[in-house]
């Protein structure tokens, strides 16, 4: 099923890239079949989708889906080669790409205006960034071993 799900989303990620750039779908196609076997390959094939992003300009929507192949196509081809079992596709990692993507689109269509928006965005990136962490990091308890004084 992952061989699936990353030759689906390799040939989805070339699409995309066609569809924009015509020129560049040789480069995509090479790209993303070695990537298959080779990881940095994977890397520069999403590199080239983002590039071609970068100069067609498409829009919101466009960019949103492409982002998404991008990250089925990453998450798919790093477990290619990895032992039976692997599942790189599950409920938690649907739902962040498509939630991220989708709070990405919202942003960018809402036509609010605030002028100290970017002064408090890395100031928030990183305290939700703190909270996340400190949510998932596992907390050890202390063990005191000294003996005790009489």
């Known amino acids: 099923?992952?061989?699936?799900?990353?030759?689906?989303s390799g040939v989805l990620l070339v699409t995309s890239v066609a569809l924009l750039e015509p020129w560049a779908a040789i480069a995509a196609l090479v790209l993303v079949a070695l990537g298959w076997w080779f990881?940095?390959?994977?890397?520069?094939?999403?590199?080239?989708?983002?590039?071609?992003?970068?100069?067609?300009?498409?829009?919101?929507l466009a960019s949103a889906a492409m982002g998404l192949v991008a990250t089925t196509y990453l998450l798919n081809a790093a477990t290619v080669t990895a032992p039976r079992g692997v599942v790189p596709t599950t409920v938690p990692?649907?739902?962040?790409?498509?939630?991220?993507?989708?709070?990405?689109?919202?942003?960018?269509?809402?036509?609010?205006?605030?002028?100290?928006?970017?002064?408090a965005a890395p100031?928030?990136?990183i305290v939700l960034y703190a909270l996340i962490v400190q949510g998932v990091a596992v907390r050890r308890t202390r063990v005191n071993t000294a003996p005790h004084a009489p």
């Open 39 to 60: 990881r940095p390959l994977a890397v520069a094939a999403v590199l080239l989708a983002v590039g071609v992003l970068a100069v067609a300009n498409p829009g919101v």
């Open 123 to 125: 100031i928030l990136v």
């Open 1 to 8: 099923m992952t061989r699936f799900l990353a030759v689906l």
């Open 93 to 119: 990692s649907v739902a962040g790409a498509v939630g991220f993507a989708a709070v990405a689109v919202g942003a960018a269509l809402l036509p609010l205006r605030l002028a100290w928006a970017p002064l």
